[in-house]
């Protein structure tokens, strides 16, 4: 009985993660110019979608990490991004903190992000991103972002071409009018991803 227990629990345990990949790699196309294209993918439990973006940059993989790692510099290009900055880096991990702009009458945002590095075999580089809303007490004025699961990744394709993708799934906190969120998730990708590639293409 006990390796049939066992055996039934990895049966389920392997259709609940092939249920969860599924659901996560149906995405649908949003937007899509200047070379980058936006999807959308619903998410089990959350009212808010994940969001995708993807497009190819004409840039070096060393000119995209100076632009990423100069985290107070890099809220120029992070779409609605009014501040932020670096708390703290060990090994591959940093922690930042970021202060949003938001639409009114929607309260200003702010948020805690745990940031892993890692370097594939292939010269590609992925930074993980998780929220931890708990990390440092909340800010007077700003509404604390409560989950933030997303990852970036830059591919070498050539020698002068790097393919980004920048993938996010967000639960804003607090109160966000449904027309707000589903601008956001479009606009954040895409004005991310225009304002990060003019500044790599330089």
Not at 181 to 200: G, M, S
Request: proline share 4%; aromatic share 8%.
């Amino acid at each position: 009985m006990g390796s049939l227990h066992r055996m039934a629990v990895l049966c389920g345990l392997t259709v609940l993660l092939a249920t969860a990949t599924a659901q996560a790699e149906d995405w649908q196309v949003a937007k899509e110019k200047d070379g980058i294209k936006v999807s959308l993918s619903e998410v089990a439990g959350s009212e808010y979608k994940a969001y995708r973006g993807v497009t190819v940059m004409k840039t070096s993989m060393a000119k995209l990490r100076s632009l990423q790692e100069d985290v107070a510099g890099a809220c120029a290009w992070i779409h609605e991004c009014k501040s932020q900055k670096l708390l703290k880096h060990e090994g591959s991990q940093s922690w930042t903190y970021t202060q949003f702009n938001t639409p009114w009458p929607v309260t200003p945002r702010d948020s805690v992000l745990e940031v892993t590095t890692e370097e594939g075999a292939d010269g590609s580089l992925t930074r993980k991103l998780k929220g931890l809303p708990k990390y440092l007490p909340e800010e007077k004025g700003f509404v604390r972002v409560t989950k933030v699961d997303g990852f970036w990744t830059f591919t070498p394709k050539g020698a002068d071409q790097v393919e980004v993708i920048y993938q996010v799934h967000t639960e804003p906190g607090g109160s966000v009018p449904s027309m707000v969120a589903n601008k956001f998730v479009v606009d954040a990708p895409f004005n991310t991803l225009k304002a990060l590639k003019e500044r790599a293409e330089k």
